[in-house]
């Protein structure tokens, strides 16, 4: 699917696109102040290293869940732009878009999948100020059922 006047098309994930995935979701855990997981997650775990359990959440969730791409051709090469991690209908995991193409709507067409429905997400957004909607619900266990 084609969109924004085909800056990016929306694709279904390939095993290609792991490495890209897992170490954008540990570099935004690094630069976030919260980071990926909250510290009381990690404490009940008992993580050794913290880094090294967020590079296994994140693989986890590539390996086990819906994963949706956004790709651009730049320089004529095919990059992913964006990319959404998700369960079923209703639970959101993580989307995240590069930087660069940031406010131009890729996590909109990323997010249209939810449009009306009451989303349960695993980790908290960095929205930048973008209002998350009314009928989504913060349930950051959602993630922990991938590690029985």
Same mark, same amino acid.
């Given at each position: 699917?084609?969109?924004?006047?085909?800056?990016?098309?929306i694709?279904?994930?390939?095993?290609?696109?792991?490495?890209?995935? =897992?170490?954008? &979701?540990?570099?935004?855990?690094?630069?976030?102040? %919260?980071?990926? *997981? @909250?510290?009381?997650? +990690? $404490?009940?775990?008992?993580?050794?290293?913290?880094?090294?359990? =967020?590079?296994? &959440?994140?693989?986890?969730?590539?390996?086990?869940? %819906?994963?949706? *791409? @956004?790709?651009?051709? +730049? $320089?004529?090469?095919?990059?992913?732009?964006?990319?959404?991690?998700?369960e079923?209908?209703?639970?959101?995991?993580?989307?995240?878009?590069r930087?660069?193409?940031?406010?131009?709507? +890729?996590?909109?067409?990323?997010?249209?999948?939810?449009?009306?429905?009451?989303?349960?997400?695993?980790?908290?957004?960095?929205?930048?100020?973008?209002?998350?909607?009314?009928?989504?619900?913060?349930?950051?266990?959602?993630?922990?059922?991938?590690f029985?």
């Amino acid at each position: 699917m084609a969109n924004n006047d085909q800056l990016w098309t929306i694709r279904p994930y390939t095993e290609t696109d792991k490495n890209f995935i =897992v170490y954008s &979701i540990c570099a935004s855990a690094k630069s976030s102040p %919260d980071g990926l *997981v @909250a510290k009381v997650h +990690v $404490d009940k775990l008992a993580a050794q290293n913290h880094w090294l359990f =967020v590079e296994k &959440i994140a693989q986890r969730l590539v390996e086990t869940c %819906d994963v949706t *791409v @956004a790709e651009a051709e +730049v $320089d004529g090469a095919k990059i992913i732009v964006g990319y959404l991690i998700s369960e079923g209908d209703d639970v959101l995991h993580y989307v995240l878009t590069r930087r660069k193409f940031q406010r131009m709507g +890729v996590a909109r067409d990323l997010l249209a999948q939810f449009d009306g429905v009451d989303v349960s997400y695993s980790i908290r957004p960095s929205t930048k100020g973008l209002p998350i909607p009314d009928n989504w619900r913060y349930v950051p266990w959602h993630w922990l059922k991938h590690f029985k």
